[in-house]
């Protein structure tokens, strides 16, 4: 199925995925994770991919980050050819054009938060400073904490200051609030939110949480590997508006 969703956009899309497919294989079984996948998504947009766990929802996630290549199909990041390329040139890609937030935060606890960011301003072309990063999450008044002296939302947040301080194109997260609580998690959409609006950062949310949906600009349903569903907000919810 064709995810586009959208009428002829005037600009072309920056990722492309056609045919993409992913199988694993185990022993003498094999597990397709991604069977078939098209996709565009374009600059400036707010989306999430919606599906259950199994999915094949951080699978497509991490082949758009160049963390993982396809089995089949092709994957371009504007002129990148992401299918088939060596690791020398996905190593390049992810460090000059892409932003990460897992659902763990990965701080090194005896780093300061602006420590924890400045880990990647000090290889970044043309980095934010780290208390500019952490100043758009909101944890301008932070920056001296350690991470043992952050709360879980506050040490997620520093964790998207980390990816955004770098300046990327894409910020690609994978259930960013799936180890949090109601209260905490919206705070965290709020920083994702800001981040989208104030930088035009293209921003993929990966969850199993159907309310995060009403925040996108488009919401991509996936099952068994398979795009199965688009939709569009004609209005965003803000993150404070939503309920789980």
């Not at 069977?35 to 600059?43: Q, W």
């Not at 400036?44 to 089995?71: M, Q, R, W, Y």
């Amino acid at each position: 199925m064709n995810a586009e969703g959208r009428a002829a956009p005037a600009v072309a899309p920056v990722f492309r995925m056609r045919g993409v497919t992913k199988v694993y294989t185990m022993g003498e079984v094999e597990v397709r994770a991604l069977d078939g996948v098209d996709l565009d998504l374009y600059a400036g947009e707010f989306v999430v991919l919606l599906g259950a766990s199994g999915s094949g929802k951080s699978t497509l996630l991490n082949i758009l980050g160049g963390l993982d290549v396809p089995t089949g199909g092709d994957v371009w990041y504007l002129d990148h050819q992401l299918s088939g390329a060596e690791d020398e040139t996905l190593t390049r890609y992810r460090r000059e054009h892409v932003g990460f937030v897992f659902q763990f935060y990965n701080l090194i606890p005896s780093l300061t938060a602006a420590e924890n960011v400045a880990l990647v301003t000090d290889i970044a072309v043309q980095p934010m400073a780290p208390e500019a990063a952490l100043g758009v999450v909101g944890l301008g008044d932070r920056i001296n904490h350690f991470p043992a002296q952050l709360s879980g939302g506050e040490q997620q947040r520093v964790a998207i200051a980390r990816a955004i301080a770098k300046r990327p194109d894409v910020l690609l997260c994978d259930e960013p609030t799936g180890a949090l609580d109601f209260a905490t998690g919206k705070m965290v959409l709020e920083a994702l939110e800001r981040v989208n609006r104030e930088l035009g950062t293209t921003t993929v949310v990966i969850t199993h949480n159907a309310a995060i949906a009403r925040m996108a600009d488009r919401v991509i349903h996936i099952s068994s590997g398979r795009l199965v569903g688009v939709e569009s907000n004609a209005v965003k919810a803000a993150p404070g508006d939503l309920s789980w």
